[in-house]
Every structure is written in C-alpha cells, then in structure tokens.
C-alpha cells in the first residue's frame, strides 16, 4: 500500500512537471511579423518584461488573449513569446494614511512577490527593481519613503539596509528565483531624497548591495540610469561608482528610441564603460508605440502630435523594428551586452466605456499611473496630473487584452521570420505651391517596409481631393491616395510665397550692418544702423533693422533688395516699420523697375509698438530689373530719432 501510494505520488509529481513544462511551447512562426535573425544572443540572453502593473489591471477586470483567442495567464503568454525575466517594481508603502493607493500598479512588496511567483510558475526569473521611494522615481523625482524622510544620512542608510535584508529574505523563504536586483530606479544624481554622490553610493547603494549579497550571492546587483544621450553625465555615473567602489556587477540604462539618441552612441557608451570598469551592461527599459492612438481616455507619452525623433512607424512591425533594433545593439554591437528588457509591456486600458469608467477603477485599483491620492506624497505630479496608462500604445496586447503579433519577436529573433518585403507604412507627403502655379502630385512616394527598409512605391490619388484644391486662393488641403492597398495622405499647402530673401533679417547676426540679401546705402551720418536680435521689438522673427541716431546726427539711409526671375503679374510689396522721436523726416517704401522708383507708399513712426505698414500694389513685365525697398530719413526730437523695419514681403497677385 505504501509501495503504491509512493509510485502515485512519483507519477502525478511527474504528471505536474512535465505538464507544466509541455504548456509552455515557444511561438515559433508568424504570417505577418517579419523578424530578422538576430547573431550571437547568447542562451541566457535576458529577454525582460516589466509587467509591476499587472495584479492591478487584472483586478481591474482586465484579461489577456492569447494567439488562438483563449483567455489566459499573462505570464503563460510571455513565457511562450520567449520572455525569460519579468521585472518589478517596489515600493516601500505607496499607500497614504487611510490605505488608499497611490497608483502606478501599488506596487509594494507584496504586489511584487505574487507577481515573482507568478513569472517563477512559468520558469522566469525575476528582476527586482527597488526604487527606495513610495512612488515614481526617475531623472525628475527620488522622493525619499515617508519613514525615512528625516533620517540623517547613516540612519537612511541603515533603514534601506534593513529594509532590503528583510524584503529580500521573504523572496528567499518562499524559493522565489531571482536573476537581478537593482539599486534605484534612473538613479541620475539622486536617490531616496540624497543628491550628494557620497550619500547616494557610500551610505546608500553600499548598504543595499551589502544586504543583497547576503540573501542573493548568485543574483546580479544592477544600478540603473537614463538618458545615455548624456555620454559625459554618463561616463561621470561610472567614475563616481569606482570611486566609492560600490559592489555591482550591471551598469543599465534606460533607451526609449525618441529621447535617447541614437544606438550607435547607446552601444557607444556602454561599451566604453563595460570596458573600463570590467561591468555587464544593458538595457533596462525601452519600448514603442504599436498605434499613434490612445486607448484608455488618458493621454501617451507619445502621439502623432509628439514633437519626437521617428525611425520606425507605429505600427506592430514597427513596434517590432524598433526593439529587435535594441536587442541587436545590445548583443552584437555593445561590449558584455547581456540583455533588453521591455517596459510595461501589458500596462493596456482597463475598459473601453468612458473616461468615468476607467478612472473609478484607477482610483480603486491602483491601474492608472497615479491615483488622486498621490497627492499627499507627489503634490507637483501626480497630484495635479493622475490618471491611466500614458503606455497603452506601446503594450504587446490592443485596448481588450488581445495579444499582438510584435510580442513574437523575442522568440522568433534567434532564428529569424523572413516575409516577403511588403510595404508597412505610407509616409505622409507634403506638397507646397505658389499661388497661381501649378499643382504637380508625385506619382512614387515613400513606403517603410516590413523590414525597415525605404521603398519609393506608385500612388494613386484621389481624383474628387483633387479637384477641391483650388491653386489661386491661400490654403490647406488633404488629398488621400492608395498605395499597393494602404492609404496614403498629401498635405497640399497652396501658400503665398514671399520671394524676398531675408524678407525679416532673421538670417543675420545681431549687429551686423548690411543684411543678407539686401543693400544698404547710407547718405547721413546716424550712430546706429543694424540688425539687432530682440523679439520684443520684432514684428516677425526674433530680429529686425536697428536705427538711432542722436540730434546731432541725420539719419538718412535705404535698405533696397534686387529681385531676380520674377514672373510677369500683379505684385503686392508691404514692409512696416515702428519707432519715435522725429522732429522732422519722410520715410517711405517704394519699388524700383530699371532704378527708376515707380511706386512709392510713405510711412509714419510715432511710439513704441506702433507699427505702420506700407503697401504697394504694381504690375511687373517680367523683363525690367526690379527691386524693392525703404527710405528712412528723419532728424530726431528729444534723445534723437529711433526705430525697427521688419518684415518685408513680395507676393505675386495674379497675372
Ligand atoms: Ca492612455
């Protein structure tokens, strides 16, 4: 009976492994993901994923897909798309007074080890990611925790010991596996409330590494930083850590490819201090955006509206690009590169109804990135701005949980997915015409292709667009195309254009007495004549043309600009002027056909700001040499006379 019973046990133990370990089968092709093969990733390659909000979402009712449109376990989801390491964030209390959560996931010590165990059930180790704050920290915030805000330096140093032994020590006790443990969070020049290097690596990241040691000898210790773009900033975080000889074994980065430079400069930099202090190096956290749209009623990071650096579209392969890009920095262009780790890979929307919904369940769950009850703790950011996920376009799941076929790339990269080379995207043209002229539509334009790679493709615009745009009136239209079955879009600007050159000096350097483009002939004697750079006292631009002159002194001169391959037409010639204190003196605009003015329009200064504009309507042949320009002659009242000429403009009319 014993015998029996023992046998059954092996068996079902059996049963349980090979049952779990057969559940996880790697995805190992894709219809539409093209992924090309990435050398030398190493086997133990980190592939990351943040994943700290995910016990919130899900208790905000959100639940993933997998490929076949089943319901299942995020972490399930990640393991067969070849994640090996889930990061976490942890927070010392992110709880005010009454126990309501600060958001971003409440992402405390408990959140942390469920989710641990979670990413160890599908055989994933974990990252742990100790920000030593009750919040958010990054470049722009390292808040010290509530307990430890009026510590002195060594007391603050022996609380974060303490803390990280005995936080560390429940991942033990519960057998969690660990890979990694990060002192701070983007530690750049501060952390837990200390911005003096000494307090920061001595006192602080010492003590953290010390208690690391101790419970994880095999772990990795990561310290962390952002902006790479910053190589000396950098290069300086490295010299300080030798300095005070912190224990460490990985210098990571962060790299979201619209802020951070470009991967040259990344693989540049790591490498360089890979080699100069004998450290592994990665990339701690990166993303991108799959779609420019937001799913959740909060506002992204990044939108078509983003003022960012764009090498990929957004779209799933360029989602795709961007980070098997990454990767392949890391792994084959980066001296002791040993992984990638993606940020907040599933922080998708919690509902689809409205803004209302979504926020009762942030403000419960803690799912959005910061709760209204932050605002005892982070009064300047979260307090004003909380809300939901600013990263729901850059998740491997859309807005109902589905996962996306980008997800594929960490196990498709080894070996690569070849497609054929297909168009992915469509850049937007902008076209810009003259008013008059003709408008001529190009009839190839750029295509990004599944690759990455730019392909020139045939367009077909939209004939009943086109038709609409009306070529001798100023405006804007959008004309839609169809390339190879994907939209495409022309801006077509029908613009009056200004053919002066220089037409308001902004070419020129403050001070300088001829500008470009324009002659200058002085018949008096003023003190000061020049271009000067000074917004306020501009029309247009951040510059105009200077003049002063005492009593003593005429001023009397003209600015004058020769106008070459001008058609024949109707032209309109205005330039303005601004200033005071005439006595006496005649100042006007006027144009020039053979040196011979045939037009002249006269201008007054009165008082500060006051601009008077001349405007001058003429028919040219197309022949006659021409120009245009303005006479200033004056004798000055009180401290002398004085003004500004900005903004000259030539427009054509019609014919
Ligand atoms: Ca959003």
Redesign the pocket.
Known sequence: MKHKTLILLIIALFLVTSCQKSDIVLSDSSDSLYVRKIDNLSDDFIFGMDVSSVISLEESGVVFYDFDGNETDLFKILAENGINNIRIRIWNDPYDADGNGYGGGNCDIDKALAIAKRANQYGMKAILDFHYSDFWADPGKQMAPKAWKSLPIEEKASALYEYTLESLKRFKQEKIAVSMVQIGNETNGALAGETVWMNIIYHLMNNAAKAIREVYPKALIAVHFANPENRDAYLDYASKLAYYDLDYDVFATSYYPYWHGTLENLSDVLSHIAEKYGKKVMVMETSYAYTPE???F???TISDESLVTKNYPYTIQGQCNAVLDVIDTIANHTKNGIGVCYWEGAWISVGTGSWEENSRLWQTYGSGWASSYAKEYDPKDAGKYYG???V?NQAFFDKSGNVLESLKLFALCRNGNILPVKPDAIEDVHVSVNLGDELIMPDRINAIMNDNSHQLVDVEWDKDDLLKINTDQVGDYLVKGNCENMDAVCHVSIINFNYLSNPSFEEDDNGRKTPNYWVFSEYGYANETYVEEKMTDSLDGTKHYHFWSDNAHQIRFELEQNVKELKAGQYRYSISIMGGDVADGSIYAYVKMNDEIIAKDDLQITSYNNWDTADISFTYNGTDSISVGIHVECIGANNGAWGKIDQAILNYMGE
Do not use: E, P, V
Request: a negative charge; charged letters at 30%.
């Open positions: 937001d799913t959740d909060h506002g992204n939901g996920s600013a729901d």
